[in-house]
């Protein structure tokens, strides 16, 4: 198996104070405005809305906190979310875990670390002169995403990982940085959709590749599902905007 569980943590969360009467603040307008907006989605219940609002005021007022006296933040407010993303996790566990897919899983999270697979794929893509504005457009969407999101949206969002709601041994070591949104898949997608956007016509393989590493981060039990999600999201976004700069990259010219 890819872990041992050696004791669930306690999930309860200690009791908060009820919000005195005053002035509007910036957590309970986050709380209003994300109850208005679940109500407008066909389908969405008013209860379940005012709970998800009162998870994202909780975690609003924490960071509101910190901004105001340099304070750690309070555990994970929103963990009780996560319930149906713990699920997954261990729905993944339950039907493949097993130590040769612990070995695979191993190989591909490591070719996504620091980007490396797709660092050394953009170096020779730009070596090549045929294929040199698909290596440049590899290379630029990974600082991209290495600045938008593991230098800035990881630690805005500052998502725990799944790993710190319980004991576990896990097969590598234990990242310290947020969770959200995945840096690997962030970076793998991007590199795609630039080989994509620029006619590279080997881009399916390494998409699988990308998937690949991808999955292996859930099931490494680092990411939650939603951090691949959130992760593919800004890679394709990453992916067009590097194309989108090439023509101000003068090396190419």
């Given at each position: 198996m890819l872990f041992r569980k050696n004791k669930k943590r306690d999930r309860q969360e200690t009791d908060r104070p009820e919000q005195t009467a005053g002035r509007a603040s910036f957590h309970e307008g986050v709380g209003?405005?994300?109850?208005?907006?679940?109500t407008r989605i066909p389908g969405m219940d008013r209860q379940t809305a005012r709970e998800f609002a009162r998870h994202a005021s909780e975690?609003?007022?924490?960071?509101?906190?910190f901004a105001e006296t340099g304070a750690t933040p309070p555990a994970e407010p929103l963990k009780d979310t996560y319930?149906?993303?713990?699920k997954?996790?261990?729905?993944?566990?339950?039907?493949?875990?097993?130590?040769?897919?612990?070995?695979?899983?191993?190989?591909?999270?490591?070719?996504?670390?620091?980007?490396?697979?797709?660092?050394?794929t953009g170096l020779l893509l730009l070596l090549n002169q045929s294929f040199r504005r698909t290596g440049a457009a590899v290379l630029l969407a990974l600082v991209l995403s290495a600045i938008i999101c593991n230098g800035?949206?990881?630690?805005?969002?500052?998502?725990a990982r799944p790993y710190s709601y319980e004991q576990l041994e896990l097969l590598i070591r234990p990242p310290?940085?947020?969770?959200?949104?995945?840096?690997?898949?962030?970076?793998?997608?991007?590199?795609?959709?630039?080989m994509?956007?620029?006619?590279?016509?080997?881009?399916?393989?390494?998409?699988?590749?990308?998937?690949?590493?991808?999955?292996?981060?859930?099931?490494?039990?680092?990411?939650?599902?939603?951090?691949?999600?959130g992760g593919a999201a800004f890679g394709l976004l990453i992916g067009w905007l590097a194309v989108r700069m090439l023509p101000y990259i003068t090396i190419l010219r």
């Open positions: 209003k405005g994300t109850e208005q907006f679940l975690a609003a007022k924490a960071w509101e906190d319930r149906w993303e713990f997954w996790l261990n729905g993944i566990q339950n039907v493949f875990a097993n130590r040769v897919m612990d070995s695979i899983m191993l190989v591909f999270s490591h070719l996504g670390d620091v980007g490396g697979i797709w660092i050394v800035i949206i990881k630690n805005i969002v500052g998502r310290k940085d947020p969770s959200f949104p995945s840096g690997h898949t962030s970076a793998s997608v991007a590199s795609v959709m630039a994509a956007l620029t006619g590279f016509s080997w881009w399916p393989l390494f998409a699988v590749i990308a998937f690949l590493i991808a999955f292996s981060r859930m099931y490494l039990y680092v990411h939650f599902p939603s951090d691949i999600l």
